[in-house]
């Protein structure tokens, strides 16, 4: 039985992506795991993707397949599947790559200081500028460094950093103790953005200690990203839009008590709300018709969008 089981949740449309993943799992310095891929009704079955391994390989991969229901529940069917003597859970996105110490780092980390969340950072791919290093925190958090190989710091005040600025935080890096496990889930109905943020938050509130370590643990892969893929003109985004909304939402009433993360949550429900109507004014200036349907369910949800697509409606809304 191993100390870690791995979650890959998988849907690709290219070969290689997910050879690339395990590629990387095999170079760990820490062996003590298992591995589950998901394969979450892949154009590309997963299957294809181990044909290349060898039988030892492929004696500690699991392979599950299901009816698609995107990442989040793809990542859901493996928690569910994680066998019983496993001791953490690792994620990682079948177009990402580890560094080789990345395990070896979680695992001394977790079990030295007692923690049960655990981040490192990511790094690669201009495209994801927006993410930044969990070295950077040093300059607008209060940390305290609890050893330097690896280099492991804790924020007394994690949850409200994230809800600051998110970007240091990234699913690849992530690894949770059975504490967590056993009862966190993802929220797949937010499929299209934001399921992973709120996941993190409620990981951070149950968590008895969350570590960060500032080495670099996940590399980006060149994958089908499908969070990305959508731009401001695809059918897709007023959905992506909402969705966002929805877990910020839901983050706001987990936060209720604390007025300063209150805050820093209805400022970006608020620009899920301009981002959304924009959208919907492009479309119109293109000559198609608005998604009403949509509109109206937010609207019903949330009579704040109506006031905001007023003040678009005469100009007062910044693009």
Not at 54 to 73: D, H, K
Not at 240 to 252: D, G, M, P
């Amino acid at each position: 039985m191993a100390s870690i089981t791995i979650v890959i949740p998988f849907y690709q449309k290219h070969t290689g992506v997910l050879q690339r993943a395990l590629t990387s799992i095999a170079r760990q310095t820490f062996q003590d795991f298992d591995v589950l891929i998901i394969d979450d009704e892949s154009p590309l079955p997963a299957e294809n993707e181990l044909q290349s391994l060898s039988s030892e390989e492929r004696r500690r991969i699991r392979v599950i397949r299901q009816t698609n229901a995107g990442p989040g529940g793809a990542r859901n069917t493996g928690l569910e599947s994680v066998p019983a003597d496993s001791r953490f859970v690792a994620f990682l996105d079948s177009d990402d790559e580890w560094a080789p110490e990345h395990l070896s780092n979680a695992f001394g980390t977790l079990t030295h200081h007692h923690a049960d969340c655990y981040w490192d950072s990511i790094e690669g791919g201009d495209e994801f500028h927006y993410h930044f290093s969990i070295a950077e925190l040093g300059k607008s958090a209060d940390t305290v460094r609890l050893s330097d190989r690896p280099a492991v710091i804790e924020i007394p005040n994690v949850a409200s950093v994230m809800l600051k600025d998110w970007s240091f935080l990234h699913m690849s890096c992530m690894v949770i103790g059975r504490s967590l496990f056993e009862k966190v889930r993802f929220e797949p109905t937010l499929r299209l953005a934001a399921e992973d943020i709120l996941f993190f938050c409620d990981c951070i509130l149950a968590a008895k200690r969350v570590v960060l370590c500032e080495n670099v643990g996940a590399l980006r892969g060149e994958g089908v990203n499908i969070f990305h893929s959508i731009d401001n003109d695809s059918p897709q985004f007023l959905r992506q839009q909402f969705n966002t909304w929805t877990a910020l939402n839901t983050l706001e009433q987990r936060f209720s008590r604390r007025p300063q993360d209150v805050e820093a949550i209805r400022g970006y429900k608020n620009r899920a709300r301009r981002q959304a109507l924009w959208s919907q004014a492009r479309q119109m200036r293109q000559r198609r018709l608005p998604q009403f349907g949509l509109l109206a369910k937010w609207a019903l949800r949330d009579p704040a969008i109506l006031q905001s697509a007023m003040r678009l409606a005469v100009g007062k809304l910044a693009p």
